[in-house]
């Protein structure tokens, strides 16, 4: 029997995010976001999913907190100096894409600001040309967790409808500017985040909303970035016809914890977590399971008149996902062993072994959620964060040999195949992390995804030299073979 085998022009590469790699967070007029202002955890806390939820007077003092070793966002891999030379061993690998993000303050400072920052789209202008230079497609996210910090002190975050013209504004400007330079984008990183993390997500601040109101306050944020969402196809669609525009979730795939009917149940309500949001931006309606969910909970979402009619005309192109792990679903009272994860934790799935930082590994689990997408949006797909954070160490001879590393991609490339063979219309795979990175949940740098070693601890010490793993030269050929050869 012959496995259908990816499509020609299939986009291999990685995928990296402002916030987590470019540094300089204060130069060339860029105003501090979100994630600038988030402090490492320590090695002792890292199995704890605790992700922050600060106060304004959090936010102010670390904003005034000038020890910056202690915010690694703010410092990254000093990509934003060194872009050129990342995207030269980019090419070395054979990439044909590289997903990053635009810090929307490199843009607007404020977030509300009424003219963009010259030079920040500089930044970017030099960025994309040096890609295309080397003949690499850039495929960019408009709002990877960089809201400008400035739109959560002033004005409660995504609480507030004024940010649905902010964003349309900021992505107006760099459609416009971007035209001719940049074919493929992303609205907001794994939108569905907000449930997990209302700052984060929703850029909104734990004393700007009452315990009791969280929901309601993460529900109105999803649909304001929804609408948001929305206006920026349109915008796109007018600005570069040729060009295409996806939604972005955390691809999570949830398994009952028994055959018991309510963990069935369960495990189908905690699935709509994902979802409900492609579910609005790739059918362009609320599902009609939510009627029932808001009722139950109290939630009212205020919509402007026009919001129907936007997101029902405004359908994204493809759907984009992250995929790291799966998770167990069960009744409330159902005790056991819980595990780590990406954002959330879970109850643990005795069939699946998990990383260093607890995360449950489940490659078979990615071609069952790739098939769901397809059978329920019939969209091209794009898996556009996938891989294994985990310690390397260095040889004295300065070797890295991450064959745990290889071992991860090949058996999720292998199911990516599978699906593809399924019916799946897979645009591109770009890893997570190509070259190693801050850590989004953690901010560590001894989390590694890279197929590149940068030379760099958690203290934000080290030569920042950049060097070459064993799985460097294994995603090389895979890239070759169009994934025929995963040995
Ligand atoms: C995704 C994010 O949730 O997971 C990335 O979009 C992030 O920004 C990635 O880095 C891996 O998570 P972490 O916490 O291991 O960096």
Redesign the pocket.
């Known amino acids: 029997m012959s496995i259908k085998g990816f499509r020609e022009n299939f986009m291999w590469g990685g995928a990296i995010?402002a916030n987590?790699v470019e540094g300089s967070y204060d130069k060339d007029g860029k105003g501090p976001n979100i994630s600038d202002v988030v402090k490492v955890v320590r090695p002792e806390d890292r199995k704890k999913m605790k992700l922050p939820f600060p106060t304004t007077e959090e936010v102010k003092e670390a904003l005034a907190n000038k020890n910056d070793k202690d915010y690694p966002k703010r410092y990254g891999i000093d990509f934003y100096n060194r872009y050129k030379e990342d995207i030269a061993l980019f090419k070395e690998m054979g990439f044909k894409t590289l997903r990053v993000s635009i810090s929307w303050g490199r843009i607007f400072p404020n977030g509300d600001d009424l003219e963009p920052n010259e030079a920040g789209l500089k930044f970017y202008d030099d960025l994309f040309n040096e890609l295309h230079k080397q003949g690499i497609e850039p495929v960019v996210t408009l709002s990877?967790?960089e809201t400008p910090v400035h739109l959560a002190l002033e004005y409660g975050g995504w609480t507030n409808r004024k940010l649905v013209d902010f964003f349309e504004r900021y992505a107006q400007t760099v459609f416009t500017r971007f035209k001719d330079k940049v074919k493929y984008w992303i609205t907001f990183?794994?939108i569905n985040?907000i449930m997990m993390s209302p700052y984060i997500g929703g850029a909104f601040l734990r004393d700007q909303v009452k315990d009791e109101d969280i929901l309601q306050a993460k529900f109105q944020s999803a649909h304001h970035q929804f609408v948001a969402s929305a206006k920026a196809v349109k915008a796109l669609h007018e600005t570069i016809p040729d060009g295409q525009i996806g939604c972005m979730v955390?691809g999570m795939l949830n398994y009952a914890n028994t055959t018991h009917p309510e963990d069935v149940l369960e495990a189908l309500n905690d699935q709509r977590n994902t979802f409900f949001f492609t579910d609005v931006m790739a059918r362009g309606h609320y599902p009609a399971y939510m009627t029932r969910f808001f009722d139950d909970n109290g939630i009212v979402i205020e919509k402007d008149e026009s919001d129907e009619k936007v997101l029902q005309e405004n359908l994204v192109d493809y759907v984009a996902l992250?995929y790291?792990m799966s998770s167990v679903s069960a009744r409330p009272e159902t005790e056991g062993e819980r595990v780590a994860g990406?954002?959330m934790s879970s109850l643990k799935n005795p069939y699946l072994e998990a990383s260093d930082?607890g995360w449950q590994i489940d490659p078979k689990g990615l071609r069952t959620l790739l098939n769901m997408f397809t059978d329920r949006y019939e969209k091209p797909l794009f898996v556009v964060?996938n891989?294994l954070?985990a310690f390397d160490k260095v040889e004295e001879d300065g070797s890295i040999h991450d064959e745990y590393r290889m071992a991860y991609l090949r058996e999720h490339i292998r199911e990516m195949r599978e699906a593809v063979a399924d019916g799946v219309d897979l645009m591109g795979y770009t890893a997570?992390?190509p070259i190693d990175?801050i850590?989004?949940?953690?901010s560590e740098m001894s989390?590694r995804?890279g197929f590149i070693y940068v030379d760099q601890d958690d203290y934000g010490n080290g030569t920042l030299d950049r060097s070459r793993k064993d799985s460097f030269y294994w995603y090389q050929k895979v890239i070759e073979t169009n994934g025929r050869d995963l040995d």
Request: avoid cysteine; hydrophobic fraction near 30%.
């Open positions: 995010a987590q990877h967790y990183n794994e985040a955390i992250s790291y990406n954002i930082w964060e891989g954070g997570w992390g990175l850590s989004f949940s953690t989390k995804y």
